[in-house]
């Protein structure tokens, strides 16, 4: 199982970290694929925000969220984090993290295989 979790409230500029943890089954497949955040706003598509690879050597990031969010894994490997600074109203939404079926990033919704449930991130003052 994958768990999201580090949502909440916070004001227009600020910052929160979102962590996902996998638990069971699942760390041994966190630990050697590529690794995703995507997001849903209410009314709106689910969208890629960024993605890791196994080795976490490489990552990549929506256009939207490029040179404020940063992606990274834990040293246990069946960690993920999100690093959102600077936020603004339009980043808020539902955020999922994902395990791919490959060992390379990718922003591809279809090549995820696993999904954690869902944190809130409520952006506004």
């Known amino acids: 199982q994958l768990q999201a979790s580090g949502g909440g409230l916070v004001q227009p500029g600020g910052s929160l970290r979102l962590s996902c943890a996998a638990s069971?089954?699942?760390?041994?497949?966190?630990?050697?694929?590529?690794l995703g955040w995507f997001r849903q706003a209410p009314g709106k598509e689910r969208e890629f925000v960024a993605t890791?690879?196994?080795?976490?050597?490489?990552?990549s990031y929506a256009d939207s969220v490029k040179g404020r969010f940063t992606i990274s894994r834990g040293n246990a490997k069946n960690t993920a984090f999100l690093q959102m600074n600077s936020l603004k109203p339009e980043d808020t939404a539902l955020y999922y993290c994902?395990?791919?079926?490959?060992?390379?990033?990718?922003?591809?919704?279809?090549?995820?295989?696993?999904w954690g449930r869902g944190t809130l991130v409520t952006v506004s003052s």
């Open positions: 994902a395990v791919s079926r490959y060992c390379s990033a990718t922003s591809r919704r279809d090549s995820y295989q696993y």
């Open positions: 069971g089954r699942s760390i041994r497949t966190i630990s050697n694929n590529a």
């Open positions: 890791i690879s196994w080795r976490g050597d490489s990552t």
